[in-house]
């Protein structure tokens, strides 16, 4: 049974920074795309960032480009996200997924900025 598991989400004033974790299990780590998303209150769940699954490769949202950082220790089975100079815009419960071959989600950590 494939597991997704974040944690770091926290409360943070704006301007601070966080750094969230997600550790997989049951599945084929290495071989997966992975990104995270995130979804607001009201708001659909949209995707923050992306890594392939050498991590090599990177992509951002606009909104978070220049502040969020995803890399990836496939040795360790884990995908994290840096995230500096949050703002209040940036709360919402973040969300690991694997996106290729096959997609897996996890549960969510929630991420609250202050301003």
């Known amino acids: 049974q494939v597991h997704l598991v974040e944690s770091g989400g926290d409360l943070v004033q704006s301007g601070g920074s966080l750094r969230l974790s997600c550790v997989a299990s049951?599945?084929?780590?290495?071989?997966?795309?992975m990104a995270w998303y995130r979804q607001a209150p009201g708001n659909q769940r949209e995707l923050v960032a992306s890594?392939?699954?050498?991590?090599?490769?990177?992509d951002y949202a606009t909104s978070v480009k220049g502040r969020f950082t995803i890399s990836r220790d496939n040795e360790k089975k884990t995908l994290y996200l840096q995230m500096n100079s949050l703002k209040p815009e940036d709360t919402a419960v973040y969300f690991c997924?694997?996106?290729?071959?096959?997609?897996?989600w996890g549960q969510g950590t929630q991420v609250t900025v202050a301003s």
């Open positions: 997924s694997a996106t290729y071959p096959y997609v897996y």
């Open positions: 890594i392939d699954h050498g991590g090599m490769f990177m």
């Open positions: 049951g599945m084929e780590f290495s071989v997966h795309d």
